[in-house]
């Protein structure tokens, strides 16, 4: 049997659809990081995110609620 006539069907990944996260979601992971001893990437991680996503709606967070909302008094000390 001569294979150099054969097509060859390769089938390629299927990109994954990007995950639109909700106001509440990203809210629920940011808060998780600001807790005593908790790190980002682990956070990040459980969530299925780039740790660098959440560090980016930390940021947003700290501008658009304060502060004081992000880094209690007695934590930042």
């Not at 990007?18 to 991680?45: F, M, N, P």
Request: hydrophobic share 35%.
């Amino acid at each position: 049997m001569d294979t150099s006539e054969q097509a060859i069907l390769v089938e390629t990944p299927k990109r994954e659809t990007r995950r639109r996260r909700s106001v509440e979601e990203k809210r629920q992971i940011v808060e998780e990081t600001l807790e005593a001893g908790a790190s980002v990437a682990r956070v990040a991680q459980r969530h299925a995110v780039n740790a660098n996503q959440v560090f980016y709606w930390r940021v947003r967070n700290i501008a658009k609620d304060g502060w004081e909302r992000a880094c209690p008094a007695s934590s930042c000390l």
